[in-house]
């Protein structure tokens, strides 16, 4: 049986290396890479739930494509969404 002796420089090295492999296993996936997104990433990517979902596709604020059960959106569709008009100047 061998004993190894750990230093506190070999801890060091393995806390960072396992908050490396924590932090690449928990980074949020990127959406916007995608061109379609499903429900449930959109959800995800704009913080809402699942209602507020069904109430942006029943207005029509929001379309969507069904696949089979699947609901897929555009992330150009979403992306046109969140950007705002700017308010008229002679609103107060």
Do not use: C, H
Not at 29 to 42: A, F, N, Q
Not at 64 to 84: A, C, D, H, R
């Amino acid at each position: 049986m061998s004993i190894e002796i750990m230093t506190k420089s070999d801890l060091m090295d393995f806390k960072s290396d396992l908050f490396k492999e924590l932090k690449a296993f928990l980074a949020p996936e990127k959406p916007t890479d995608k061109k379609w997104l499903r429900s449930s990433e959109v959800r995800k990517l704009l913080g809402i739930s699942g209602g507020t979902l069904q109430t942006l596709r029943n207005n029509g604020t929001l379309s969507f494509t069904k696949i089979g059960g699947t609901m897929y959106y555009s992330m150009e569709e979403i992306n046109k969404v969140l950007q705002f008009p700017k308010a008229s100047s002679n609103l107060r």
